[in-house]
C-alpha cells in the first residue's frame, strides 16, 4: 500500500485539539460512526481507543477507516482522510501517545489508567479545507 503524506493542513488539524468522528465498518457491512481522539504519529494519524470497543473489533476485522475533523475553534476550517490501519501500539509506547493526546484535549496526562490502545492509521487519501 502506497502511504500518502499527511497534508499541512490536514496535519495542523489533526495536531489541534479537533473534533474528530472515525467511520469503521460493523459486521454486516453498515458504517460505524463515533468521536474520537486524534493526533499525528510522524505520517499516520492516531487514534485513541479502549480495546474491547466495537471501533477497535470493527478495525481488527477490517483496516478499512475514514477520518473527518474540524478545528475546535473553527468549525468551517475541516479535514478528512481515508486510509487502512497500519499498526495497533499498546503499553508504554502507546501510554507516551495517549498522555499527549490528552495534554491537547484536556491539559493533563490522560486521567483514567485502564486499558488504552492506539490505531495508528496510514492515509491513502487525505484533504482539508476551509470555508471560514
Given at each position: 500500500m502506497r502511504q500518502t503524506r499527511i497534508p499541512d493542513q490536514v496535519r495542523a488539524i489533526a495536531e489541534g485539539p479537533s473534533h474528530a468522528h472515525i467511520a469503521t465498518i460493523l459486521p454486516d457491512g453498515s458504517p460505524h460512526?463515533?468521536?474520537?481522539?486524534?493526533?499525528?504519529?510522524?505520517?499516520?494519524?492516531?487514534?485513541?481507543?479502549?480495546?474491547?470497543?466495537r471501533k477497535a473489533r470493527n478495525m481488527a476485522r477490517d483496516?478499512?477507516?475514514?477520518?473527518?475533523?474540524?478545528?475546535?475553534?473553527?468549525?468551517?476550517?475541516?479535514?478528512q482522510v481515508r486510509g487502512r490501519v497500519a499498526d495497533r501500539i499498546e503499553g508504554d509506547e502507546a501510554w507516551k501517545i495517549i498522555d499527549r493526546m490528552s495534554?491537547?484535549?484536556?491539559?493533563?496526562?490522560?486521567?483514567?489508567?485502564?486499558?488504552?490502545?492506539?490505531?495508528?492509521?496510514?492515509?491513502?487519501t487525505a484533504w482539508a479545507l476551509n470555508f471560514g
Open positions: 460512526s463515533v468521536p474520537v481522539w486524534v493526533g499525528v504519529e510522524g505520517e499516520w494519524i492516531s487514534v485513541l481507543t479502549s480495546p474491547g470497543s483496516p478499512r477507516v475514514s477520518i473527518s475533523m474540524t478545528e475546535a475553534n473553527n468549525l468551517h476550517s475541516m479535514a495534554q491537547k484535549y484536556i491539559g493533563r496526562p490522560y486521567p483514567l489508567r485502564e486499558d488504552r490502545v492506539v490505531f495508528l492509521i496510514e492515509p491513502e
